[in-house]
Nanobody, 118 residues
Framework: QVQFVESGGGLVQPGGSLRLACVVS?????????VAWYRHTPGKQREVIAT???????WYDDSVEGRFTISKDNAKNTAYMQMTTLQPEDTAVYYC???????????WGQGTPVTVSS
């Protein structure tokens, strides 16, 4: 019933940009949810890179601070991750998640791969 549909990943050269989108259905991101983007590379631990609260406050991991921007369009029930100045170490599968604060339920997207290579 709850569905996260991610898109926007692909192959990009170092220094390039991509915009990831996460279209959500089955829950309302405007109420009591924290949205977060994670990424995972084989051989490394999955890491959270950005979060946004229902009220709009944001947090970024040091690895992406100043380069990535998380946002949310409540009317479209969609979350975004704008990524700029991409580097090879940004290569990973990127996941959109939402955590429901009252129940601690967490929902995950299917992941979209990003490859940064010349």
């Amino acid at each position: 019933q709850v569905q996260f549909v991610e898109s926007g990943g692909g192959l990009v050269q170092p220094g390039g940009s991509l915009r990831l989108a996460c279209v959500v259905s089955g829950i309302n991101l405007t109420r009591d949810y924290v949205v977060a983007w994670y990424r995972h590379t084989p051989g490394k631990q999955r890491e959270v890179i950005a979060t946004i609260l229902a009220g709009g406050d944001t947090w970024y991991d040091d690895s992406v601070e100043g380069r990535f921007t998380i946002s949310k369009d409540n009317a479209k029930n969609t979350a975004y991750m704008q990524m700029t100045t991409l580097q090879p170490e940004d290569t990973a599968v990127y996941y959109c998640t939402a955590a429901h604060i009252p129940t601690n339920n967490r929902y995950w997207g299917q992941g979209t791969p990003v490859t940064v290579s010349s």
